[in-house]
């Protein structure tokens, strides 16, 4: 479907196309950075929260510290506000030429994406963050305090949010591969044993460097990949449905 709608496109449509994706991809993403700064000091609050029952002390170590914390945390609201707007312009830059039956998925899609983003973030402060923060603190010696920087701090706290809200999207990718013929069923089925690598490498890519941490990041993802294969299921019958359509 796709490729049929595409070949009706010269590369300079679909480069003009991509433009505009673009334009207003960035544009939603400003908009939702200007609406997180409005709200900077209650969204550093919560990011600092799971620090008030530990020892530990957060310190500004440089100047311009607190400018480029805003800065970045306004920035990082602003993608995650934007998500459902760039759900939607990366799938009709996929699949532009929406038949019906397909339509009635777009909105769920962009729900969908936004709602697993969510689990992710929250799975990984609600999870992980809290773990790894008790067990790095208590790795002590002596007298000497836990100070650390604020920039280290919430680049740790940005990295595991976004990271795990973004490996939460598999399902979603695997709907979007699926749709367009990459993935199948059968395919997932079969690497499963593969997968199994391949999420602890990523899990220990994102979370600290303690075994625990790695197993509660690998275990939903492996519960995700398999959810992932009912999706590719559902995103190959809705494409043959299309091409019975078509045929009719």
Known sequence: MADLYHGNMSFLDHLEELRWRLIKALTSVLIGAIVTYLFIDQVIEILILPTRKLDLDLQVLKVQGMFLI????AFVGGVILAIPV???Q???FIIPGLLVNE???????IIFTFISFLAGVFFAYFVIIPFSLNFFTSIGYGDIQNNFSINYYFSFMTWLLLGTGLIFELPVLTYILSSIGILTPPFMRHYRRHSIVIILILSAMITPPDPISLFLMALPLTILYEISIGVSWLATKTEEETTNLKTD
């Open 90 to 92: 990366t799938w009709k």
């Open 103 to 109: 339509r009635k998925y777009l909105f769920p899609l």
């Open 70 to 73: 805003k800065w970045g945390l």
């Open 86 to 88: 760039l759900t939607y």
